[in-house]
């Protein structure tokens, strides 16, 4: 869920209305963000660098080169252009704070830091100087630091957005969510037609299982917007979740009218049928997602758990190896492999490969390292099955499955006695669990 979020977060991001203020993004752009060609491109340099020639003095004229030569990709050639200005405008502060910026693009931390020095020389309560430098130690993870600068930006410009959106970002990470979401409105108070603050703040809202906000801040952001596919997608998420099914593929039928070929609108839909169990046409809306975007993981995962939940096990097999072929540290899709292999008797050895690996991934996860000791079992390895299942049935001591293996496991190890009590345990406990006949089977023996 929280990395599907994340993906429509940054879809909307990237949709944002375009005239923004220009303090919203601290970070000039390294790409252009409209669809052109190469000659738009090309015409678009030739014209910033024409004002160059006809007013060589002018350091507006310089900084349009600069940011023209940034949008299209020419970082490089926006620094000289920038070092330039600095030779003959020595005392022009937004050319330091440009070429600190772009020194950042290239990771050059040190050379940020020493233009931001020169700039503050300059003026030295310039509140984006202060803003830039936070945002390098952003990137140099001193987050000490990062914050105590972007404050003194707001302190000397209470009004500048980007302070305040970089601000809550750090906030943010460091899991303040009410602290962020304060940061996030100021943005909003101050750039009201600005939907990215908007977007974070839905995001913690949903994190935070507070559906009405989310949704109240959707629809401000459906008012800026009505034409954007994510919105309508996010807020069927946000209905589903809040149980409201038939209202949320609603949403997701929305979103699907206004781009056809929206891969997490099929996807969502999907969603939902799988968890009411009409596997029909979850099936049918997840090869829909894929005829679009046939290498998403996730969904290729869904089908084989589907296939798995029907016992079509080799069609589950053979989805979850796809899986691994897109992404081969996919944990989920290596425990489950391991897991249908293992119970199928098939290809044991790779089924303990699978199995290390997804426990080496995402280490103490107890249905991960029961899959571990159910392959070391059936790798008549009994020793290390007894060992980890062990382990996790102390980390989840009410799942019937982990039980069932540790005692299957203190069966083949000759420990009788713990074998028929966790049996007998899980029998009372779980009286119509699935593996009934097998443990009776044990007990009878």
Sequence with gaps: MFVKLILIL???????????????????????????????????????????????????????LAKTYLQNNMIEKAKVTVEQLVKIK?????????????????????????????????????????????????????????????????????????????????????????????????VIRLEPKNIEPRVRTIGIYIENADYNKAIEEINACLAIDSTNVALYDLMGMVLSKRGEIEKAVEWFSKSLKINPRYPLAYEHLGDVYANQ???????????????????????????????ENQKMYDKAIEKYRLVLSINPDFVLACNNLAYLLAEQGK????????????????????????TLGWVYCKNKDYKNAVEILEKANGLNANNPFIQYHLGTSYYYMEKKDESKKMFEDILKAYPGFEKKEEMEKILND
């Design 10 to 64: 940054v879809f909307l991001i990237s949709q944002a209305p375009a005239g923004c203020n220009k303090n919203v993004t601290a970070m000039p752009q390294t790409k252009n963000t409209g669809v052109q060609t190469k000659s738009v491109q090309v015409k678009a340099v030739e014209k910033a660098q024409k004002e160059v020639n006809q007013q060589p003095q002018s350091p507006e004229a310089y900084l349009g």
């Design 90 to 186: 020595p005392d022009c502060i937004d050319a330091w704070i440009l070429l600190a910026q772009i020194d950042m693009l290239k990771k050059d931390y040190n050379s940020a830091k020493e233009a931001c020095s020169k700039a503050l020389k300059i003026n030295p309560n310039h509140a984006m100087v202060y803003t830039v430098l936070g945002n390098i130690y952003i990137e140099l993870r001193d987050i000490e630091k990062a914050v105590t600068y972007l404050q003194q930006a707001i302190e000397i410009d209470p009004s500048l957005a980007t302070a305040h959106y970089n601000l809550a970002g750090i906030y943010y990470g460091q899991r303040e969510k009410d602290k962020a979401i304060k940061e996030y409105s100021e």
């Design 277 to 307: 169990k009409d596997y029909q046409k979850a099936i049918k809306y997840y090869q829909e997602t894929l005829k679009i975007e046939p290498r998403l993981g996730m969904v290729h995962y869904k089908l084989g758990t589907i296939f």
């Design 347 to 370: 290809d044991l050895k790779n089924a303990l490969k699978l199995a290390e690996k997804a426990n080496k991934l995402v280490p103490n996860r107890p249905e991960i390292m029961d």
